[in-house]
């Protein structure tokens, strides 16, 4: 379970969320939307510290943090509960395929190597790329490059998985099979997933949950159902209808 | 006069045996000059303060003065005011200005090589539970190393020329050998065209070895 309270987050003088709360259970498939700047990025990487919250509490499982009192030791353990896969992928570029999803096990969770190399030649097998795995990762395309990402964030063993905007850099008749591919890998090891995308239409149909961002505060938040059909929050209808006629 | 070329072959095994103190020189420069760098552009890059304002001071008078007058500076006019300095053999004020000069350089090669490290890398390290040092250790100085390796490989050969000033002090290196052969025989061209060509020689060779270190990288990586 997933437990968020409070939470605040600013740069400099500009405040971007403003006391967000929700909670996620175990094993649950949340996706994040709102309009550019609303704070989705923030909200997202603000669960594993890489934007220091001000101010909320987070719990995580077993472990709780409070932002305004967190220490080094607690952001370690906090960054161990989950893992993230990014927008530009950003993969190791010094690593190859097969160490970028060596690492995580090797380096952060002290796996023997062995068991190590053999489960990080199931996940290249998963993640279709078994034949690539000694290349570079600025060798690869695109979409391999996000499914490394994906490989590499299922290496960390993680509870929580966190992806901001996972398909946005990839050509659109990738997405689909992207999200598949994810939604097969999460399934399988009942991972939680908390997702920012612009893809709606695809999204809303691996996901159980939609969170409604804007301008950093959450304005709705429900079933896909409830978020397209059911929500009568005017600034969510005028959301979806302009992302509709992006479309 | 003209060009004897029967003299000119003696001249090598003549100054020869000096390349091997003119390469001592550079290389002993050199390590000094990385040690140095490396401490400089970690203060910088951690913005000591108090500290910092010094090696900023450094960095832009060793960059912006000849490094003969910091020679000159430290060997003639140092003992002027602390004669004990006088008493330091000159080939060690000779390295200790060459490292100090090429420090400067190495430094800002250094710090901007790891400046140019994207930011989604120390993210990503982040993300999958990295500590500082496990990122540094395994992401960031192995790409940083990579971006530096042309520039430090570069010092080396501006060293290795520039241990040639050692000779405006005294110091016997390959150039000043030259110098005194040639004012044994009293014969200059063939001595001055015999060192030019082992100078020559020499870089050559560290420039092949640059950019056969430069195309491994590259070929590594993309
Ligand atoms: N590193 C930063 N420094 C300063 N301001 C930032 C930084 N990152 C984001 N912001 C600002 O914070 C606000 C929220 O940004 P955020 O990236 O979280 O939005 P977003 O919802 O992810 O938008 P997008 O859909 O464009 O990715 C924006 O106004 C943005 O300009
Ligand atoms: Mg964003």
């Known amino acids: 379970m997933i437990n968020i309270k409070n939470l605040h987050c600013q740069y400099g003088d500009l405040k971007v969320l403003h006391g967000i709360g929700t909670t996620i259970k175990k094993g649950e498939k949340v996706a994040v939307i709102g309009p550019s700047g609303a704070g989705k990025s ?129 050509d659109p008749e990738l997405v689909g099979e992207l999200l598949s591919l994810i939604q097969l890998m999460i399934e399988e090891e009942q991972k939680t997933l908390i997702i920012v995308s612009h893809a709606l239409n695809l999204v809303k149909e691996i996901v159980d949950r939609i969170i409604f961002l804007y301008e950093g505060n959450i304005l709705a938040e429900g079933t896909p159902e409830y978020i397209f059909n059911g929500s009568r929050d005017p600034t969510l209808k005028k959301f979806l209808y302009s992302l509709s006629l992006a479309n | 006069m003209g060009f004897k070329f029967n003299f000119f072959l003696t001249v090598f095994p003549e100054i020869l045996p000096f390349l091997k103190i003119t390469l001592f020189l550079a290389i002993t420069a050199y390590l000094l000059a990385l040690v140095l760098a490396i401490i400089i552009s970690v203060c910088r890059t951690f913005k000591i303060k108090g500290i910092n304002k010094f090696l900023d001071l450094y960095i832009s008078l060793f960059r912006s003065t000849p490094i003969v007058t910091q020679l000159f500076f430290i060997y003639f006019g140092i003992p002027q005011i602390i004669p004990a300095f006088g008493m330091i053999d000159e080939m060690i004020i000779l390295i200790i200005v060459l490292a100090l000069n090429e420090a400067a350089y190495m430094a800002e090669v250094i710090r901007g090589a790891f400046l140019s490290i994207p930011r989604g890398q120390y993210d990503a390290a982040k993300s999958i539970g990295m500590t500082t040092r496990e990122t540094l250790q395994h992401i960031v100085i192995p790409q940083a190393i990579r971006i530096a390796l042309p520039g430090l490989v570069n010092s080396i050969i501006s060293l290795t020329k520039g241990t040639s000033i050692g000779y405006t002090i005294g110091v016997l290196e390959m150039l000043t050998a030259s110098q005194l052969y040639g004012a044994r025989t009293y014969r200059t061209i063939e001595v001055y065209v015999a060192v030019l060509l082992i100078y020559w020689a020499i870089v050559l060779i560290m420039t092949r070895f640059q950019s056969g270190v430069e195309n491994r990288l590259n070929r590594r990586y993309s």
């Open chain 1, 42 to 170: 923030t909200f997202i990487k603000a669960l594993n510290y890489l934007v220091p919250p001000t101010q909320g509490i987070l719990e995580i499982e077993d472990l709780k943090v409070d932002f305004e009192t967190i220490t080094p030791k607690e952001i370690q353990k906090l960054r161990r509960k989950s893992a993230m896969v990014f927008q530009q992928h950003e993969l190791f570029l010094n690593k190859t395929v097969f160490d970028n999803i060596l690492i995580p096990m090797t380096v952060v969770q002290n796996i023997p190597k062995d068991k190590a190399v053999e489960e990080a030649n199931e996940i290249l097998e998963k993640v279709d790329l078994i034949d690539k795995k000694d290349k570079y990762p600025l060798m690869l395309s695109g979409g391999e490059q996000q499914r490394v990402g994906i490989g590499r964030a299922i290496a960390v063993h993680a509870p929580l998985l966190l992806m901001d905007e996972p398909t946005s850099s990839l």
